[in-house]
C-alpha cells in the first residue's frame, strides 16, 4: 500500500515553493501526498492528519517559529489520542533546536542541506520501522 | 453529536478498506462496537462532478458552509488522480476546505484514485457507507476532474450536480452522451466570466428538450454568488429522486460484470487451451482473427463484441 503522507506549512511565511517541490518529489517516489497550502494552523494540520489518517506528517518552516508551532502540534495530536502517525520537520532549523524538538516526539528533521532523495529515504526508513504497527493496529479496529 | 474520535476511528476504517486489511463489512461492525449510530441511520449522498478546475473543491467548501449553518454535519469523500506511471498522487482538495478545521461536524477525507478509471477510487463507495455508519446526515462525493464518460458517480450518489464553468465549447457539446445525462442539476461556476449566460441557456434549451426537469442554476463559488439558490435547490430535491436507485443499480451491476468478466477473462487467458491458440497465432498458423473467435469460443461459446 503506497505511503500516505500530509505536506503542511504553518504560520504566516508565504514561501511554499519548496513544499511544493516535496509533495512531486513524494509523488514521484510513489506516495499519496495530502496537500494543505499555505497558514495553517496546528489544528488545521492535526484535523487533516487526523481525517487523512496519513503516515506521516511533514511541516515545513521557514519562518523560525518552530519552537512554537511543533509543540502545539504535538500537544493536540496527544489530546486527540493519536499516537501513531510520525511527525517530520524540514526547512531552516537551527541544530541546537534539533534535540528539543526531538524530545517533543518530533522524529526527524530535515533541513536545508537536505535532498529530496533524503526525505523519501527517511520516510520509506520511517514507515519500514512504524508501518507495520500501523497495519496491525488497523486490522485489531476491524476485529 | 459527533466527536473527534468518531473521526480517528472513521479515518482509520476507511484506510482499512482502502487498503484491503479488511473488507467493509468487518469495518462497518468495527464503528458499529465503537457505539456511534443506529443502524438503520441514512445519509443523502450528494455527487459533485465535473471539468478539471471547474471550481468543484471551492463549491464544496461553499455546501459545506451552507449546510453547517442548517445545522446538519457533513462528511467530504474527495478523490483525486494518481499517477498510471507511478501510482503516487498530491491531493490537493483540502486546500479549499481550511476553514472547517476544528469543526466535529465536517470530516473531510481526500482519496486517490489508483487503479481506478471513472473518477472515483476502489474504495469510494465503501468510505461513503463508512461516513453514513459514522452518523454524517449528508455525504459529498468528489469526483476526480472528469471527461466525458467517466460517470462512476451515478452508483454512489442520490443526487448529482455537474459543475460546468462557461465557455467549454458550443451548444452541441450540452447533447453529447455521458456527463450531461447524469445531472440532476447543472452548476454553471464562475459565472461572472464571459459566456456564462449562454452556456446557461444552451444547458437550459438541453434540459427543455429532455424529459428530465434538471435546473440550471449560476455560482461565483469564490464570493458564494448564487449559493442559497443551490441550497435551497438542493434541499428541495434530496430524497426525491426515486429514479436515481434504479439508475445507480443499473449502472453498477454492469460496472461488476464488466469487471468479473474482465478477470474470468484474464484468467481463462493462461489456461493450456487458450495458451495452446496463443503458440499457434504465434507460428502464424491462424490469423489474429482466428485467435480472438477460438478464444472467445473457449471462454463459453461464441461471443459477438457488436
Redo the contacts between chains.
Keep these: 500500500?503506497?505511503i500516505k503522507v500530509l505536506v503542511t506549512k504553518p504560520g504566516l511565511d508565504g514561501h511554499d515553493r519548496g513544499a511544493k517541490i516535496v509533495?512531486?518529489a513524494?509523488?514521484?517516489?510513489?506516495?499519496?501526498?495530502?496537500?494543505?497550502?499555505l497558514h495553517?494552523?496546528p489544528?488545521?494540520i492535526v484535523?487533516?492528519a487526523?481525517?487523512?489518517?496519513v503516515d506521516v506528517v511533514g511541516v515545513s518552516i521557514l519562518s523560525g517559529a518552530h519552537m512554537t508551532i511543533f509543540p502545539k502540534i504535538m500537544d493536540l495530536l496527544k489530546a486527540?489520542?493519536?499516537d501513531d502517525i510520525v511527525v517530520i520537520g524540514g526547512g531552516v532549523i537551527q541544530d541546537a533546536d534539533i534535540p528539543k524538538l526531538k524530545a517533543l516526539g518530533v522524529r526527524e528533521i530535515f533541513n536545508a542541506e537536505a535532498t529530496t532523495q533524503d526525505l523519501i529515504d527517511g520516510i520509506e526508513r520511517i514507515v519500514a520501522e512504524y508501518g507495520r504497527d500501523r497495519?496491525r493496529?488497523?486490522?485489531a479496529?476491524?476485529? | 453529536m459527533i466527536s473527534?474520535?468518531v473521526?480517528?476511528?472513521l479515518?482509520?476504517?476507511?484506510?482499512?478498506v482502502e487498503?484491503?486489511?479488511?473488507e467493509l463489512p468487518?469495518?462497518l461492525?468495527?464503528l458499529a462496537a465503537h457505539g456511534h449510530v443506529p443502524a438503520s441511520h441514512h445519509s443523502d449522498v450528494l455527487g459533485v462532478t465535473g471539468p478539471p478546475g471547474a471550481g468543484k473543491s471551492t463549491l464544496v467548501d461553499r455546501l459545506i458552509e451552507g449546510l453547517r449553518t442548517a445545522g446538519e454535519t457533513v462528511a467530504v469523500i474527495a478523490v483525486d488522480p494518481?499517477?498510471p506511471f507511478?501510482?503516487?498522487?498530491?491531493?490537493?482538495d483540502?486546500?479549499r476546505m481550511?476553514r472547517h478545521?476544528?469543526d466535529p461536524g465536517v470530516?473531510?477525507?481526500?482519496m486517490?484514485s489508483r487503479e481506478a478509471g471513472g473518477g472515483l477510487a476502489p474504495a469510494t463507495r465503501d468510505a461513503v457507507r463508512l461516513a453514513e455508519a459514522a452518523g454524517f446526515d449528508v455525504v459529498i462525493v468528489e469526483t476526480v476532474g472528469v471527461g466525458q464518460i467517466e460517470l462512476e458517480v451515478v452508483a454512489v450518489a442520490d443526487l448529482i450536480l455537474v459543475v460546468t464553468v462557461p465557455a467549454l465549447g458550443d451548444s452541441v457539446q450540452t447533447i453529447k452522451a455521458g456527463l450531461t445525462e447524469i445531472a440532476d442539476i447543472f452548476v454553471v461556476n464562475m459565472a461572472d466570466r464571459a459566456g456564462a449566460n449562454r452556456t446557461a441557456l444552451d444547458l437550459k434549451h438541453m434540459v427543455h428538450e429532455g424529459r428530465r426537469d434538471i435546473p440550471v442554476l449560476q455560482t461565483i463559488a469564490q464570493d458564494g454568488t448564487g449559493l442559497p439558490e443551490l441550497l435551497a435547490t438542493i434541499a428541495e430535491r434530496r430524497g426525491a429522486e426515486d429514479s436515481n436507485a434504479v439508475r445507480a443499480v443499473r449502472f453498477e451491476v454492469v460496472r461488476r460484470a464488466r469487471d468479473a468478466a474482465a478477470s474470468a477473462a484474464l484468467a481463462l487467458l493462461n489456461s493450456p487451451d487458450a495458451l495452446a491458440v496463443l503458440e499457434r497465432l504465434r507460428a502464424h498458423d491462424i490469423t489474429r482473427n482466428d485467435a480472438i473467435d477460438s478464444l472467445l469460443t473457449i471462454f463459453g461459446g461464441p461471443v459477438h463484441a457488436h
Excluded: C, K, W
Design positions: 500500500m503506497p509533495a512531486r513524494l509523488r514521484d517516489a510513489g506516495m499519496e501526498v495530502v496537500y494543505t497550502g495553517q494552523t489544528e488545521m484535523t487533516a487526523i481525517q487523512e489518517d486527540r489520542e493519536v497495519t493496529r488497523a486490522a479496529h476491524a476485529r | 473527534h474520535r473521526h480517528r476511528d479515518a482509520r476504517a476507511i484506510s482499512s487498503n484491503r486489511i479488511v468487518a469495518a461492525r468495527a494518481s499517477s507511478t501510482n503516487g498522487a498530491v491531493l490537493g483540502r486546500v481550511q478545521a476544528g470530516f473531510i477525507r481526500s486517490a
